[in-house]
Each structure stands twice: as C-alpha cells, then as structure tokens.
C-alpha cells in the first residue's frame, strides 16, 4: 500500500520561502516519477512540478516556474518542493502524488495514482 505524507506547510508572508517533504512508502520510488499538485478552495487542482524517477528531468506548471523547485532524495524515499517568492494566490492545499506507472512523467493529473493527504499553505500578503 502507497502512502505519501506531505509535510512543511504553514503560515509564511508574502515573498518568503517554504519547503516542503512527502515522504513515500509502499513503492519502489527510485523508479517513479513524483509530483506536487495544489488545490486552492473552490478551484481544480492545479498542476506544479513533477520530477523523473533519476531526478534529471523536471517539469513546472507555467506560474511557479523561476521560483519553485522540485528535487528528490532516492537513498531516502523522500520529495521536496522549495518553494521561494510565495505570492498569497498561491495559499492552497499541497499534494505529494506518484505516478501510475514505473520510469513514466506526466503534468496531469490523470497521470498520478496515489496522492497524500495534502499539507495547507498559507500565505499573508
């Protein structure tokens, strides 16, 4: 069984930075591909970054590209997100997912099968 647990939400002003972990089990996780995802209230869940199962590949939705980056550490199963230059726009619930299938990327949603529980981010302005 899967389990992805995002931490490292929380309160930050506007312009600051926060990082954020979703430690995996249950999967080889050396070979899939990860991604982070956010749901702001009343909004879809919006594409953010995803990162290939070698970490040399990497994707950014169109809005955080320059201020985000997505990383990985294999030897400890572990996905970050540091996240610099926070605009209050960007206050939403954080998801950790992994992708459906092994050595695949994706930036849709539909191409991720197992989620967390989310971490809210909050940011004043």
């Known amino acids: 069984q899967v389990q992805l647990v995002e931490s490292g939400g929380g309160l930050m002003q506007a312009g600051g930075s926060l990082r954020l972990s979703c430690a995996a089990s249950?999967?080889?996780?050396?070979?899939?591909?990860m991604g982070w995802f956010r749901q702001a209230p009343g909004k879809e869940r919006e594409f953010v970054a995803s990162i290939n199962w070698s970490g040399t590949t990497t994707y950014y939705g169109d809005s955080v590209k320059g201020r985000f980056t997505i990383s990985r550490n294999n030897a400890e199963n572990t996905l970050y997100l540091q996240m610099d230059s926070l605009k209050p726009e960007e206050a939403a619930v954080y998801y950790c997912a992994s992708a459906s299938s092994p050595l695949k990327i994706g930036r849709s949603f539909i191409d991720f099968g197992s989620w967390g529980q989310g971490t809210q981010v909050t940011v004043s302005s």
């Open positions: 249950g999967l080889a996780f050396r070979i899939y591909s």
